[in-house]
């Protein structure tokens, strides 16, 4: 069974920068793509961006030049900085991948940003 754990959330006030990563139990290269999404409360879980097994990415257009999302094959690990924060990034953030129809979520990371 494939476990995906997110860390690195926290506290930040606006502009300031945090570095989420996603570490998976397995090889990460196996996923054919690993993705954060974040749900804020009331609102629905949305995606943010998205990595593939070929080194593809692409990112929602909010945080477009301001997130980065890249890949640690070593340390079966996926990353998500997030720059220039702001109070509208506040969000429960979770990782997934998918292998095939297999889909696998983490638990989730809370990133919170003051004004």
């Given at each position: 069974?494939?476990?995906?754990v997110?860390s690195?959330?926290?506290l930040?006030?606006?502009g300031?920068?945090?570095?989420?990563?996603?570490?998976?139990?397995?090889s990460?290269?196996?996923?054919?793509?690993?993705?954060w999404?974040?749900?804020?409360?009331?609102?629905?879980?949305?995606?943010?961006?998205?990595?593939?097994s070929?080194?593809?990415?692409?990112?929602?257009?909010?945080?477009?030049?301001?997130?980065?999302i890249?890949?640690?094959?070593?340390?079966?690990?996926v990353?998500?900085?997030?720059?220039?924060?702001k109070?509208e990034?506040?969000?429960?953030y979770?990782c997934?991948?998918?292998?095939?129809?297999?889909?696998?979520?983490?638990?989730?990371?809370?990133?919170?940003?003051?004004?």
């Open positions: 069974q494939v476990q995906l997110e690195g959330g926290g930040v006030q606006a300031g920068s945090l570095k989420l990563s996603c570490a998976a139990s397995g990460i290269v196996s996923f054919n793509a690993v993705e999404y974040r749900q804020a409360p009331g609102n629905q879980r949305e995606w943010v961006a998205t990595v593939t070929g080194g593809y990415t692409a990112y929602t257009d909010s945080v477009k030049g301001r997130f980065t890249s890949r640690d094959t070593a340390k079966n690990t990353h998500l900085q997030m720059n220039s924060l109070t990034d506040t969000a429960l979770y997934r991948a998918n292998r095939g129809s297999a889909v696998y979520w983490g638990q989730g990371t809370q990133v919170t940003v003051s004004s």
